[in-house]
């Protein structure tokens, strides 16, 4: 097994989450858990990377990195430390929000070098409803998942995985074959993201917003506590075709006169249906929240330049509480 990839085997008796970039955010983080009943004798928790630099939790952030329920693959964050410190151990390195490195002991320094640099690139869980990768960037596109992992010892694959907003800035759909879901950080976005299977959750990044978790059992991503709708159109789309293939084996089971198989497979059908019913009003949520965003920012470009502040405030206004507001704010304020 590669140095670069972990492992974890299936949670018997608990449940697995993944947390966006941490960037020492630590009270925000045991607040997520909190509000999502974590249970560190039986749940798990996977970071997507980035833990350091930035946020006001240094202590507790490196402890983290000691829980027996927490691992980690290794961001871009710990990886520019790691060269930094390994270049000059006696440097005042503090870029990119690492000022908190000159309030660590020296004596303290090369132990802390080394936990980090023993951290995996790459990091698989294994869950009933299939295989779940982490890594902080990104994924070569196109790559298949096992070819990735297999050459991420590559420089080039591993500065993909570490550095890469291609996907994510390109809002590329195709996502990664031969994997059920991957997770990751890296590029702030207002909202978590769906691009196929992959997974975007970096809706912070040591700033204001919130710290958001995936539930590999639930299949479904928190914020604050509440469950989320991801792209609800690539939700239903893929209930859709397991609709599609039930109904298929329905069909054959009524034509080989199985009763005990039929009544299983319509169970199975009637539950798919409702949860398309549902995955169905959330897709019009997600049409109309859009678009009502799209007709604000066309009155503000025809509002006259002496009303425009006026006219920002007023939107902001109209979206209390939310990332649209903050996105607006940093765009325009």
Known sequence: MQRNVLRLPVNQYGRDFVVGDIHFKTTDL???????GFDPSVDRLVGVGDVIDRGPGVLDGLKLL????FTTVAGNHEDMLINAYRKNPEARYSAHGAGW???IDDSSKGMIIDKLASLPTVIE?????????????????????SEFVTRIDD????????WSMQRVSKHNREGVPGIWRVCTG???????LRLGNFLALDCSSGGEGPLVLYCVQDDTIYMEGRPVSLSSAEVVTEQLQQLEHTLADLKTMTHANKLIETQGLSVEADALV?????GWLNLREDISEPQRLINALHG??????????????????????TQIKQLLQRLFG
């Open 30 to 36: 045991y607040k997520a858990l909190k509000a999502v």
């Open 274 to 278: 409702k949860q398309i019913n549902s």
């Open 66 to 69: 000691g829980e027996p329920w």
């Open 300 to 321: 503000l470009s025809l509002t006259p330049a002496d009303r425009k502040a006026a006219k920002l405030e007023q939107i902001c206004a109209s979206f209390p509480d």
């Open 125 to 145: 869980i294994q869950s009933a409803r299939g295989l779940v990768g982490v890594v902080h960037a990104d994924v070569p596109e196109g790559m298949q998942w």
């Open 101 to 103: 490195w000159a309030t």
């Open 155 to 162: 420089p080039q694959i591993k500065h993909v995985a570490q």
């Open 186 to 192: 890296h590029t702030w976005i207002p909202r978590p």
